[in-house]
């Protein structure tokens, strides 16, 4: 259908170069002697590309448009399924996140709190072993105590013994000395 109204004008453009009107000088489309034949081939013309171009080209630029309004819409579609897809795998992430963190969270009040419990188990025992290692030292210190004053009273016996001899006069008997001593 291209290819005759390409020879059709092909023609037309031969058929003005060989007419008389061309040979007399002018310019032909000028010359109102041959209007009418100009204007029945415009309306050729016309016809001719108006019948190809509404029966060939028309149509098919029609269905590439069609074509691609259903790729659009298809593809729209895909996107709009795969956003809600997407809010949908978001939502339940941040559930699982939410989860997750609280769990984290009573892992870590619990490991707080057996921390807690462990340190105050940790000083009760070193309160304790502290009590008694007080005690058993409070004890060596009383019998060290009970020793010294034991041996004070000893001492001071002796010491006055000592002291009495050293003075000139004769060894105390021992009921003397712890009669001194009471006094």
Known sequence: MIIR???ILAFMAVSLIASPAWAEGGLPQ???NTYPSQIFWLAVSFV????IVSRIALPRISQ???RRMRNIDADYSAARKYRREVETLVGEMEEILAQGRGETQELLRNKHQALQASISDQQTQAQQE?????????QAIDEAKNDALAKVDEMATEL?????????????????LKSALKA
């Open 64 to 66: 590439i448009l069609q």
């Open 48 to 51: 001719l590309l108006y019948i």
């Open 130 to 138: 502290i009590a008694a290692e007080i005690g058993e030292q409070e």
């Open 160 to 176: 006055i013994e000592k002291c009495v001899v050293l003075a000139g006069g004769k060894k105390p008997t021992k009921t003397a």
């Open 30 to 32: 000028l010359n109102h």
């Open 5 to 7: 109204g390409a020879n």
